[in-house]
């Protein structure tokens, strides 16, 4: 899985931030479905300490609501099933907001892209996606990895 050591927190657990990218996955069959669900599997299992923005819980919406296979009603029974799996949710403070849009010009994103980037900076820890293009415009970037 991580390729990284993350943060331990007490429990000693690794953290790693994902992204929308990786948990819609969760919910829609994709490529590399079955690499996301292995994270979320460890999650379940007090393996791993997964953690995101709050934003992530709009974006994964979205992304499902645009899903042509997709009722109004497994929209919502997908995002109350991803509330019940108690991701470490992030809200915003000023130090991340300045650190996102630092991230956002320096890579030329967009601010939510740069939002994840920038918490997993903050947190030192690891950030998987499976953002292409995210990948391609950070480069090298040592704590960005491909899911």
Same mark, same amino acid.
């Given at each position: 899985m991580g390729q990284r050591c993350g943060d331990t927190g007490m429990a000693g657990k690794e953290k790693i931030v994902i992204d929308a990218s990786v948990v819609t996955k969760w919910f829609s069959e994709e490529e590399n479905t079955e690499k996301a669900? =292995?994270? /979320?599997?460890?999650? $379940?299992?007090?393996d791993i300490e997964l953690t995101a923005p709050a934003l992530l819980l709009y974006e994964v919406t979205n992304a +499902?609501?645009? %899903? @042509?296979?997709? /009722?109004?009603?497994?929209? /919502? *029974?997908?995002?109350?099933?991803? &509330?019940d799996l108690s991701l470490s949710i992030k809200? @915003?403070? /000023?130090? $991340?907001?300045?650190? !996102?849009?630092?991230?956002?010009? %320096?890579?030329? &994103?967009? #601010?939510? *892209?740069? +939002?994840? #980037?920038?918490?997993? =900076? #903050?947190?030192? #820890?690891?950030?998987? !996606?499976? *953002? =292409? %293009? +995210? &990948?391609? %415009? $950070?480069?090298?970037?040592?704590l960005v990895l491909r899911l």
């Open positions: 669900l =292995e994270y /979320k599997e460890r999650h $379940v299992k007090g +499902l609501n645009y %899903k @042509p296979d997709f /009722k109004e009603e497994d929209v /919502k *029974d997908s995002i109350n099933a991803l &509330i809200l @915003p403070t /000023k130090e $991340v907001m300045e650190k !996102t849009v630092f991230t956002a010009r %320096k890579y030329n &994103i967009s #601010i939510y *892209d740069a +939002l994840y #980037i920038a918490l997993a =900076e #903050i947190l030192n #820890i690891i950030l998987i !996606t499976a *953002d =292409e %293009k +995210l &990948i391609e %415009k $950070v480069g090298k970037h040592p």
